[in-house]
């Protein structure tokens, strides 16, 4: 089973960028879907991107659809989320996540997470 830790996380102001990064530990990276998942104060986690264990396919929520990328480095055992344009309904905790499903968007495909990283959007 792989094991993850977020990275990157920070202040920043409205319209600036963020990478997050994600290191997966294990042998078996290439074989999870991957995803980012994020979760504001008093709301549910809610899923932000996921790309297919390839990295050929990608699926974003509609809210940071244009404005995130999702990335992902086999070879490293690492997935990305660059996040531009950034404002402060982005502001939560950010989740990376790992699916032995195909690419899926919805919490309970997923059964492996990360510890999360702060991101917060100044106004």
């Known amino acids: 089973q792989v094991q993850l830790v977020e990275s990157g996380g920070g202040l920043v102001q409205t319209g600036g960028s963020l990478r997050l990064s994600c290191a997966a530990s294990?042998?078996?990276?290439?074989?999870?879907?991957m995803g980012w998942f994020r979760q504001a104060p008093g709301t549910e986690r809610e899923f932000v991107a996921a790309m297919s264990r390839s990295g050929a396919g990608t699926s974003y929520a509609d809210s940071v659809k244009g404005r995130f990328t999702i990335s992902r480095d086999n070879a490293k055992s690492m997935v990305y989320l660059q996040m531009n344009s950034l404002n402060p309904e982005d502001t939560a905790v950010y989740y990376c996540a790992a699916s032995p499903y195909s690419s899926t968007k919805y919490i309970s495909g997923y059964d492996t997470w990360g510890q999360g990283t702060q991101v917060t959007i100044s106004s």
């Open positions: 294990g042998r078996t990276f290439s074989s999870y879907t």
